[in-house]
């Protein structure tokens, strides 16, 4: 493992305990340039771990808090008349920064959503008749409740295809949650430090992405995704009925990258079925849209990926 990622893995630890795989998601994502959405109940520190990346690595890091009275212009920002000079002024948004938490992003209404789209996937924003780049990296880290409430909205599809893991966070260990508990209670949270630089970032992603996928792998990899799209053809017929849509193109590009990513994060120099197995919940989940049939009898995304991963060899 890179010294710089041990490095950033012992500061997020001085304020999270435990949630191993939130923190992989999260680096995986900084490596790839790929936003990622956590999903769990309030009170698991998904805020927390975005803002504690951030700093470790003296990025910008803003947060914006959803809510069904949230404007388009809120997040992008708009044009402001300044009588002085007759003329329109930008005042720019939120967006505008490196991280970017979306906080509880199924809380806003559906124009305020759409508004994330162009800057989730062409790094840029229009503001009337200017665009604006966003400066790299740029990485949306959209948080959500399962629990279902009034004033929630469900992500559109193509909006959640443009998010490269759906990490769903779930409850500490016992032990855990008693050292949370002490750790609150006794103010023992330590300073985090900037441990890279954006420099140091760009090496390590380079490096990441210099990691050999085999060609062999690079075929399991379409064989998994294709095996959302057409079940019978991998002897999983009973899957037929529960799968509306299979995963998208960009779940084979996703996943290519995030297991460079993943392999890098362990201190590997390839990719092996091990990692794709470790991040196909992840990158999948998201982007297979069940049916009527699957909802009514309580199948989910999960159960379908592990069908999945059972039924094509392992090359």
Not at 197 to 223: G, N, P, V
Not at 285 to 296: D, G, M, P, T, V
């Amino acid at each position: 493992m890179s010294k710089i990622i041990q490095s950033i893995k012992v500061e997020m630890s001085k304020v999270i305990v435990g949630q191993e795989k939130m923190i992989e998601g999260l680096l995986a994502g900084l490596l790839c340039r790929g936003h990622i959405l956590l999903e769990g109940v309030p009170g698991l520190a998904k805020t927390t771990t975005v803002n504690a990346l951030a700093k470790t690595l003296g990025l910008e890091f803003k947060r914006v808090q959803f809510t069904p009275d949230l404007l388009p212009s809120d997040i992008i920002g708009t044009e402001i008349y300044d009588p002085s000079s007759n003329s329109f002024k930008i005042k720019k948004g939120p967006v505008f920064t490196n991280l970017l938490l979306a906080d509880e992003i199924n809380r806003a209404p559906a124009k305020v959503q759409s508004a994330l789209l162009e800057v989730m996937q062409e790094r840029q924003v229009t503001i009337g008749d200017d665009t604006f780049k966003i400066d790299l990296p740029f990485l949306v880290m959209a948080t959500q409740n399962p629990v279902e409430q009034e004033g929630a909205y469900e992500l559109p599809e193509a909006q959640l295809d443009r998010f490269m893991m759906k990490v769903v966070v779930g409850y500490n260990t016992k032990e855990e949650e008693l050292e949370i508990a002490r750790r609150v209670a006794n103010d023992g949270f330590e300073k985090i430090e900037q441990v890279a630089t954006l420099d140091d970032l760009s090496r390590i992603r380079k490096e990441a992405m210099e990691i050999h996928l085999d060609e062999e792998i690079e075929k399991y990899i379409i064989e998994l995704v294709f095996a959302t799209r057409e079940p019978s053809k991998y002897g999983l017929e009973e899957l037929s009925s529960y799968i509306e849509f299979g995963a998208s193109p960009r779940a084979s590009i996703d996943m290519y990258k995030a297991s460079r990513a993943v392999a890098y994060l362990k201190g590997q120099d390839f990719v092996s079925p091990i990692e794709i197995a470790y991040i196909a919940k992840e990158i999948l989940r998201h982007r297979i849209i069940l049916s009527y049939e699957a909802q009514a009898e309580g199948i989910t995304q999960d159960y379908i990926i592990s069908k999945v991963l059972s039924a094509v060899p392992i090359p």
